[in-house]
């Protein structure tokens, strides 16, 4: 059976490479037969990857071509890097990448300890029912939909609404104010209201990786009389290094992609010039402008990024964790 | 001896008492501005407007709720969204899982070539503009097909089905090639009803992500009568922001007016995701350990 999952390397296969091409065609045809039936499933799943994945990988070319609505993909003339030569003298763009990164950075250095701490905290609860319901209510937010939360955001933050009446009761402020029409904030509000959603749901893999924690540990520790924390710093989190970096990993990988339907639905007039990130300026200069060659030039070289965001981080957590690989 | 015990008494009873103060600031945070949502759309539009209230409603009133019923489009767009998350899931998870259980078969022809197919199309893609270019020209674009042919697949989920029928004792099967069932059979008649769990998992993730999902709407559908709710909730949102600013100091009845309706779209929007997380519960915390296990 193994000689059959065998890849021809090279246009030879290694465990038979005396038998001539045409008779492992053959053979290959022989087989193929015989699983007819299995095969049926799977070609619609080929067929789906084709059309649906690498065909659009394809299509990526037109970020080199200068492709208008009259054109089809191979008729559009080639530019070669011309589009990305007009991506890095372009004010807009850059706006977007600092706005990117700004909000990005306040999720990761914010958004990426909270889940850890919340996490132990529940933890350290001895179990029972308020454990149960703080489970449950920290995962809720998660299920909501950007739009949806983005809506409740707007009726929050109204000249009538909660947020106002609880800063006028505390005597912070004096007047109420919309602070989603303030750009100077709008970083804040995508970081918070990000965190806010997604904190709990991060705290699921924690809560599971630390339940298989041996609890002996934790017996032995008390023996030697360390206290709470410093069990928590002894004992809980070496033991959630490895996911803890597995995860911080792939936060920074998508550090350039943040939430297209955060920003949308967030984004108005007047804070336009903080909350744009790539990702609305590609929908933007894509979808509403029609220029649809320079909108997948952006998107290309920001997944480019991406991916060598995503092998450094690696790289550097490898050192990090004593050559074991985390990805 | 008995001043250690003592001592570490003190400091757990400490730590579990702060422990739990904070644990409770933080569902706080969480449930108050969500039912301030809910009394909010249970308020009229003048108590909406004069503000004042966190915990409840100045003024009860079903107003809001009224007028989102009395609005046709809105209805309509429940029924697009429920349609395309029943069609969307079911087709989705068994799509998923006939790829799955082919591939789970070690001795399947092209085995390797199919997985690093699955592979790249977890890390590359070509993003928004060539996706709609090839949308438009598979004739998708304002059609309720977009919905659900586009979402067919996810490699993810095939792993997660792929593993878990590999689990199956093989004995199952080769019992049945004994007495004459082909691939079909076994999987449709032996396979499925064993994979019930895992499959509802997915279906469950698939289900909340076809009910949330608005830029498949954004992108892709101009046709009013093919918008879900949630694209609805956001027309009606951008709408009550505009207004909002063109009115600044003016006319406050419209603002809200809309506000209402929005807070009431909010609501209903939100109901179905709210009445099935208990059963949600039950499946998405296993999903997400299967998630994390990759092949």
Known sequence: ?327 | MNRTVAKEDLDSRIFNTINIILLCICTVIIVVPLWNVVISSLSSGKALAEGGFIFWSKDFSLENYRAVFNDETIGLAFLVSIAKTFIGVITHVFFCAMIGYGLSKKYIRGRKLYVAMGVITMFFSGGMIPTYLLIKSLGLLNSFWVYIIPALFSYYDVVILMNFFRNVPDSLEESAKIDGAGDWRIFLKIFIPLSMPAMATIALFNGVGQWNDFMTTKLYITDQALYPLQMKLYEIIVQSQTQAMQNVGGSAIIETTTKGVQLATIVITTLPIVVMYPILQRYFISGMMMGAVKE
């Open chain 1, 1 to 327: 059976m193994d000689k059959l999952a065998v890849v021809p390397v090279n246009g030879k296969n290694p465990m038979n490479s005396k038998k001539p091409m045409g008779q492992r065609f053959k053979e290959f045809v022989i087989d193929y037969k015989r699983q007819w039936e299995i095969q049926s499933m799977i070609i619609p799943g080929i067929i789906f990857m084709i059309i649906f994945c690498f065909i659009p990988i394809y299509g990526l070319t037109i970020a080199f071509k200068s492709y208008t609505v009259i054109d089809t993909l191979d008729s559009a003339p080639w530019v070669g890097l011309d589009n990305f030569r007009i991506i890095l003298s372009d004010k807009y763009f850059w706006d977007a990448v600092v706005n990117t990164l700004g909000i990005s950075f306040l999720k990761l250095a914010i958004g990426f300890v909270i889940p850890i701490i919340l996490s132990v905290m529940i933890y350290e609860l001895s179990g029972g029912r308020f454990k149960k319901i703080v489970q449950t209510i920290s995962y809720l937010p998660h299920f909501l939909s950007w739009i949806v939360l983005g809506g409740m955001l707007i009726a929050w933050f109204s000249s009538s609404g909660m947020f106002n009446e609880i800063l006028l009761n505390l005597g912070i402020i004096s007047k109420p104010v919309n602070i989603l029409l303030d750009a100077n904030k709008y970083w804040w509000i995508a970081t918070l209201s990000d965190i806010w959603k997604e904190a709990g749901w991060g705290t699921i893999l924690y809560l599971a990786i630390m339940s298989k924690i041996d609890p002996t540990y934790y017996e032995a520790a008390k023996i030697d009389g360390a206290s709470r924390m410093r069990q928590i710093w002894n004992i809980t989190l070496p033991n959630m290094k490895p996911i803890i970096s597995l995860n911080l990993i792939l936060t920074v990988s998508g550090l350039l992609g943040s939430n297209l339907d955060q920003t949308l639905v967030l984004m108005n007039s007047q804070n336009r010039v903080k909350a744009e990130v790539i990702n609305s300026y590609v929908y933007r200069m894509g979808m509403t402008q029609g220029d649809f060659s320079y909108a997948t030039a952006v998107g290309l070289g920001v997944s480019i990024v991406s991916v060598i965001l995503l092998i450094s981080a690696n790289k550097v957590s490898n050192k990090l964790n004593d050559n074991q690989s985390v990805l």
